[in-house]
């Protein structure tokens, strides 16, 4: 591995090690479709390992969301998730299957909306959170 490759993947950990359990969800979104946008363009390209290798990775993604969720105390939302994972799991085998870019494409779009769900979940928590309030008094030695 190169330097710049070690340097990303270190980026990259300090960035999902950082993240709130929303961000995290938000990242695993954001993975699952660079990794459906490079499975539909070895699709195009004719490149059927390189297509099962990105498909993969893409069910590994949404295992791990399914993982993530609190099937215990999430209620209604939770198990409304898990219906969409589930789904996303067959349309990927079946997209897969039959080489249809378009039915990848409405997947990777249906993870866009999710991921922007998360991504405001984690915004709006910031703003009811109380900011941190810092002493100016405090003396300087």
């Given amino acids: ?36 946008g490079k499975a539909i363009r070895a699709m195009e390209q004719k490149e059927p390992f390189e297509v099962a290798r990105h498909l993969g990775q893409v ?34 085998f079946e997209a ?12 990777s779009h249906h993870m866009g909306q999710i991921r922007q769900a998360w991504e405001q979940l984690h915004q709006k928590q910031l703003m009811a959170s109380p900011a941190p309030r810092f002493d100016l008094r405090a003396q300087v030695v």
Wanted: proline residues 1%.
């Fill in 1 to 36: 591995m190169n330097n710049y490759a070690q340097s990303a993947d270190q980026y990259l950990a300090q960035r999902v090690l950082g993240a709130s359990p929303e961000q995290q969800a938000a990242l695993l979104m954001e993975a699952g479709q660079l990794f459906l």
């Fill in 96 to 107: 897969g299957s039959s080489k249809d870019t378009a039915r990848l494409r409405m997947l």
């Fill in 59 to 92: 069910a590994k993604i949404i295992n791990e969301a399914v993982i993530r969720l609190n099937l215990e105390d999430g209620g209604e939302l939770v198990q409304n998730l898990l219906k969409v994972y589930n789904w996303w799991t067959s349309e990927l």
